[in-house]
C-alpha cells in the first residue's frame, strides 16, 4: 500500500531546496535545492533578485516532481518555512520592491538600530521580545525607502521568506506568529502587530492591509495553482500550508520543543534556542518569540555569523569550500598557535556593535592557523550563546541538538560538546527546516499522531582527554569578547 507523501520547502540564507518526505517513517524520497546569489552592497547591503527566487523554487520542485515519478499522485501537501526578518516588501503590482529582497544579514540599518535602542530599547524588549536589529523588516524599509514608504504607497505588501514563497505557489497572503514576533513586531502580551515596535522604526502608516494576516502555523492558506502546478509538474490544487520561521521548524523536526531540548543551528546565523514556559519578569537574552502557543515562548540567544564566518574565509583565502577550510583547521591543533579570531564577519548583537577580525597574528601563523582560529571561535559562539540560555534556567541540563550545515560534520559538533563539557545530539540530516515545513503540512491533513517524520539522530560527545584545554580555550574566548566591548562601541560609532 502506498503512503502519502509531503513536500517541504526550505528557502535559508544561502539557499533554497525542496525535500519529499514519506508519511509515517520520515524517509526523504526526494531532494533537490541549490545555493541562492545574494549579492553583497556598499555599506554591508546583502539583497536577492526575485527572479532568483522564483527559479530556484521552480527548479528545486520540478526536480522533486521528476524523482518522484507516478509517485507525485501521491503528494497530499506542501509547507513553506524560512530564515527570519530581512525585507520582502512588495509594491503596487504585488512584485518585489526594486525586483530584490533584502537578506535578514544586511547592516546598512546597523547604525539606525543603535540609535532606535538607545532610545527605546528597554521598552521595545519588553513590548516585543527583543532589542532592535539591523535585519529588522521596518528598520530597512525606513533605511532604503524613507520613513514615509508606506504614505506614499511605495510599500503595499510586507512579507517574511516562506510568505513570500507561500504566496508565489497560491497568490495567497499570511503569515505565523514565530515569524512576525522574531522579527520583533509582535506584542508577546496580545499576539498581535505591535503599534510601539512601528511608531518607534518610524513607519507609522503601516496597517492592517499592509501586513499579512496572522494564522496559526500549519493553516491550509491556499492550493497550487495550475500555472505553478504546471511549471512545477506536481498536481493543481495541492494544499499549501502555512509554516513556521525555520527555526521553529527544525525543533519541530527532531521534537526539541516537547523535550525542554536547547538546540543550536550550525548556520549562516548562529542561532541557539529552546522552548520554554512564559517566564516574569523576562530573563535577558537575546530575543523572546511568542510562537503563538499559550503559556510558552522561544527563547534565543543569536548572531548574524555562525558558518558565515568559514564561508567568509573561504572566499578570501581561496578555499574551494567551506568544507576544505575545517579540513585545513584540523591540521592545526586547538588554539591555533595562539592565534585567535572574532566571530562577527556580519555583525553581532552581543556585544553591541561587535565586528570581525584576527587577535594575535604573528609572522608564523599561516592559512591553516587561520583556518583553526575561525573554526574554533565559531564553536566557542554556539557554545557562548547557549550556556547563557542555561544560566537563566532555560532548558533541560545537559541537552543539546546541533542543526545545520555545520552539524552535518561531526568535528565541528565534537568541538562544541568539548566546550559545553556533555554529548551533544547531532542531527546530520540538513533537511531540518523541509522536514519541519513538511511536518506541518502533514499536521494540516492528518491528526498529530498520524503526522510524524522523525528526523534521525546521533550523540556526539566531548573529546574527554582534552577537556581541560577545551575548558580554558572557551574562558579565554569569552574573556576577550568580553574585554572587547568598548573597542567594538567605538568603531562602530567611527563607522556609523
Same mark, same amino acid.
Not at 545545520?404 to 556533555?422: E, I, N, T, Y
Given at each position: 500500500?502506498?503512503?502519502?507523501?509531503?513536500? @517541504?520547502?526550505?528557502?535559508?540564507?544561502?539557499?533554497?531546496?525542496?525535500?519529499?518526505?514519506?508519511?509515517?517513517?520520515?524517509?526523504?524520497?526526494?531532494?533537490?535545492?541549490?545555493?541562492?546569489?545574494?549579492? *553583497?552592497?556598499?555599506?554591508?547591503?546583502?539583497?536577492?533578485?526575485?527572479?532568483?527566487?522564483?527559479?530556484?523554487?521552480?527548479?528545486?520542485?520540478?526536480?522533486?516532481?521528476?524523482?518522484?515519478?507516478?509517485?507525485?499522485?501521491?503528494?497530499?501537501?506542501?509547507?513553506?518555512?524560512?530564515?527570519?526578518?530581512?525585507?520582502?516588501?512588495?509594491?503596487? *503590482?504585488?512584485?518585489?520592491?526594486?525586483?530584490?529582497?533584502?537578506?535578514?544579514?544586511?547592516?546598512?540599518?546597523?547604525?539606525?538600530?543603535?540609535?532606535?535602542?538607545?532610545?527605546? @530599547?528597554?521598552?521595545?524588549?519588553?513590548?516585543?521580545?527583543?532589542?532592535?536589529?539591523?535585519?529588522?523588516?521596518?528598520?530597512?524599509?525606513?533605511?532604503?525607502?524613507?520613513?514615509?514608504?508606506?504614505?506614499?504607497?511605495?510599500?503595499?505588501?510586507?512579507?517574511?521568506?516562506?510568505?513570500?514563497?507561500?504566496?508565489?505557489?497560491?497568490?495567497?497572503?499570511?503569515?505565523?506568529?514565530?515569524?512576525?514576533?522574531?522579527?520583533?513586531?509582535?506584542?508577546?502580551?496580545?499576539?498581535?502587530?505591535? *503599534?510601539?515596535?512601528?511608531?518607534?522604526?518610524?513607519?507609522?502608516?503601516?496597517?492592517? @492591509?499592509?501586513?499579512?494576516?496572522?494564522?496559526?502555523?500549519?493553516?491550509?492558506?491556499?492550493?497550487?495553482?495550475?500555472?505553478?502546478?504546471?511549471?512545477?509538474?506536481?498536481?493543481?490544487?495541492?494544499?499549501?500550508?502555512?509554516?513556521?520561521?525555520?527555526?521553529?521548524?527544525?525543533?519541530?523536526?527532531?521534537?526539541?520543543?516537547?523535550?525542554?531540548?536547547?538546540?543550536?543551528?550550525?548556520?549562516?546565523?548562529?542561532?541557539?534556542?529552546?522552548?520554554?514556559?512564559?517566564?516574569?519578569?523576562?530573563?535577558?537574552?537575546?530575543?523572546?518569540?511568542?510562537?503563538?502557543?499559550?503559556?510558552?515562548?522561544?527563547?534565543?540567544?543569536?548572531?548574524?555569523?555562525?558558518?558565515?564566518?568559514?564561508?567568509?574565509?573561504?572566499?578570501?583565502?581561496?578555499?574551494?569550500?567551506?568544507?576544505?577550510?575545517?579540513?585545513?583547521?584540523?591540521?592545526?591543533?586547538?588554539?591555533?598557535?595562539?592565534?585567535?579570531?572574532?566571530?562577527?564577519?556580519?555583525?553581532?548583537?552581543?556585544?553591541?556593535?561587535?565586528?570581525?577580525?584576527?587577535?594575535?597574528?604573528?609572522?608564523?601563523?599561516?592559512?591553516? +592557523?587561520?583556518?583553526?582560529?575561525?573554526?574554533?571561535?565559531?564553536?566557542?559562539?554556539?557554545?557562548?550563546?547557549?550556556?547563557?540560555?542555561?544560566?537563566?534556567?532555560?532548558?533541560?541540563?545537559?541537552?543539546?541538538?546541533?542543526?545545520?550545515?555545520?552539524? *552535518?560534520?561531526?568535528?565541528?559538533?565534537?568541538?562544541?560538546?568539548?566546550?559545553?563539557? +556533555?554529548?551533544?545530539?547531532?542531527?546530520?540530516?540538513?533537511?531540518?527546516?523541509?522536514?519541519?515545513?513538511?511536518?506541518?503540512?502533514?499536521?494540516?491533513?492528518?491528526?498529530?499522531?498520524?503526522?510524524?517524520?522523525?528526523?534521525?539522530?546521533?550523540?556526539?560527545?566531548?573529546?574527554?582527554?582534552?577537556?581541560?584545554? +577545551?575548558?580554558?580555550?572557551?574562558?579565554?574566548?569569552?574573556?576577550?569578547?568580553?574585554?572587547?566591548?568598548?573597542?567594538?562601541?567605538?568603531?562602530?560609532?567611527?563607522?556609523?
Amino acid at each position: 500500500m502506498r503512503t502519502d507523501i509531503f513536500i @517541504g520547502i526550505d528557502m535559508g540564507s544561502t539557499g533554497l531546496k525542496a525535500v519529499a518526505f514519506e508519511g509515517g517513517s520520515g524517509s526523504p524520497l526526494a531532494a533537490s535545492g541549490g545555493a541562492l546569489p545574494f549579492f *553583497r552592497l556598499p555599506g554591508g547591503g546583502c539583497e536577492l533578485s526575485g527572479q532568483a527566487i522564483r527559479s530556484a523554487l521552480v527548479h528545486a520542485l520540478r526536480n522533486v516532481a521528476a524523482q518522484l515519478g507516478p509517485r507525485t499522485a501521491d503528494v497530499r501537501a506542501i509547507g513553506c518555512t524560512g530564515h527570519g526578518a530581512g525585507l520582502y516588501a512588495l509594491d503596487a *503590482r504585488h512584485q518585489l520592491i526594486g525586483g530584490c529582497a533584502v537578506a535578514s544579514t544586511d547592516q546598512r540599518a546597523g547604525a539606525r538600530a543603535r540609535a532606535l535602542a538607545a532610545l527605546h @530599547g528597554p521598552a521595545l524588549f519588553e513590548e516585543v521580545g527583543c532589542q532592535p536589529w539591523s535585519g529588522q523588516p521596518t528598520l530597512i524599509a525606513a533605511e532604503l525607502f524613507g520613513a514615509d514608504a508606506v504614505q506614499r504607497g511605495d510599500i503595499h505588501r510586507l512579507l517574511f521568506a516562506k510568505d513570500y514563497l507561500t504566496w508565489l505557489l497560491t497568490g495567497e497572503f499570511a503569515t505565523d506568529a514565530s515569524d512576525a514576533s522574531t522579527a520583533g513586531l509582535l506584542s508577546l502580551a496580545s499576539g498581535t502587530w505591535s *503599534r510601539l515596535a512601528f511608531d518607534a522604526a518610524g513607519l507609522p502608516d503601516l496597517a492592517a @492591509g499592509t501586513l499579512p494576516p496572522i494564522v496559526p502555523t500549519g493553516t491550509v492558506i491556499g492550493t497550487l495553482t495550475p500555472t505553478q502546478a504546471r511549471e512545477c509538474g506536481l498536481p493543481a490544487g495541492l494544499p499549501v500550508t502555512v509554516g513556521a520561521i525555520d527555526l521553529l521548524a527544525s525543533l519541530n523536526a527532531v521534537g526539541a520543543e516537547h523535550r525542554g531540548q536547547a538546540v543550536a543551528v550550525l548556520g549562516t546565523w548562529c542561532v541557539n534556542a529552546v522552548i520554554g514556559p512564559v517566564a516574569e519578569p523576562k530573563p535577558p537574552v537575546g530575543a523572546i518569540v511568542n510562537f503563538g502557543e499559550p503559556g510558552r515562548r522561544l527563547y534565543l540567544e543569536n548572531s548574524p555569523s555562525s558558518m558565515a564566518n568559514v564561508a567568509w574565509l573561504a572566499r578570501a583565502l581561496q578555499f574551494p569550500s567551506a568544507a576544505a577550510v575545517v579540513d585545513c583547521a584540523m591540521t592545526v591543533p586547538l588554539g591555533a598557535d595562539g592565534l585567535r579570531f572574532l566571530p562577527f564577519i556580519n555583525g553581532g548583537g552581543s556585544p553591541p556593535g561587535a565586528s570581525a577580525g584576527f587577535i594575535g597574528l604573528k609572522g608564523h601563523h599561516d592559512r591553516s +592557523h587561520m583556518a583553526r582560529a575561525v573554526v574554533d571561535a565559531v564553536a566557542a559562539l554556539h557554545a557562548r550563546h547557549l550556556l547563557r540560555l542555561a544560566s537563566f534556567g532555560l532548558g533541560v541540563p545537559g541537552l543539546v541538538a546541533a542543526l545545520g550545515g555545520g552539524a *552535518r560534520d561531526v568535528r565541528l559538533v565534537r568541538l562544541l560538546a568539548s566546550f559545553l563539557g +556533555h554529548p551533544v545530539e547531532r542531527c546530520g540530516d540538513d533537511e531540518t527546516g523541509a522536514r519541519g515545513a513538511a511536518q506541518y503540512a502533514a499536521r494540516s491533513q492528518a491528526p498529530a499522531d498520524d503526522a510524524a517524520l522523525p528526523a534521525p539522530c546521533d550523540v556526539v560527545v566531548p573529546a574527554a582527554h582534552e577537556a581541560r584545554a +577545551h575548558a580554558d580555550f572557551y574562558a579565554g574566548f569569552n574573556d576577550l569578547v568580553e574585554s572587547l566591548s568598548p573597542a567594538f562601541a567605538v568603531q562602530a560609532k567611527e563607522t556609523a
